[in-house]
């Protein structure tokens, strides 16, 4: 059973940093396409990005040259590590893994419901004006 726990939330003002961290209950992120995503209150879940088998990472727009994903193999941990935060990053992440891909599909963080995902249940971080 895939497992997906997320840390590492919290508030801070604008400019700020946070790492999160996605704990995984098995050797899942060697071998799986995984990232993050993120839900605003009253919008859908968007992609803020992924990493393959092979670290090749991918970001949306908005979070370029910001944000940072990595993985951590022997410890079965993903990161996403968040510099010069923006009050429009404020949302619960949520970590995911692809269930049957090794490669991340172009479309996978613009239409994640179109893939079966493993979800974690969130983090909140909040970043204040």
């Known amino acids: 059973q895939v497992q997906l726990v997320e840390s590492g939330g919290g508030s801070v003002q604008a400019g700020g940093s946070l790492r999160l961290s996605c704990a995984a209950s098995?050797?899942?992120?060697?071998?799986?396409?995984m990232g993050w995503f993120r839900q605003a209150p009253g919008k859908e879940r968007e992609g803020v990005a992924a990493?393959?088998?092979?670290?090749?990472?991918r970001y949306v727009d908005s979070v370029k040259g910001r944000f940072t994903i990595s993985k951590d193999n022997a410890k079965n941990t993903l990161y996403l590590q968040m510099n010069s935060l923006k009050p429009e990053d404020t949302a619960m992440y949520f970590c995911?893994?692809?269930?049957?891909?090794?490669?991340?599909?172009?479309?996978?963080?613009?239409?994640?419901?179109?893939?079966?995902?493993?979800w974690g249940q969130g983090t909140q971080v909040t970043v204040s004006s």
């Open positions: 995911a893994r692809l269930a049957s891909r090794t490669t991340c599909p172009f479309d996978w963080l613009f239409i994640p419901t179109k893939f079966t995902n493993y």
């Open positions: 098995e050797i899942t992120n060697n071998r799986w396409c």
């Open positions: 990493i393959d088998t092979n670290g090749n990472a």
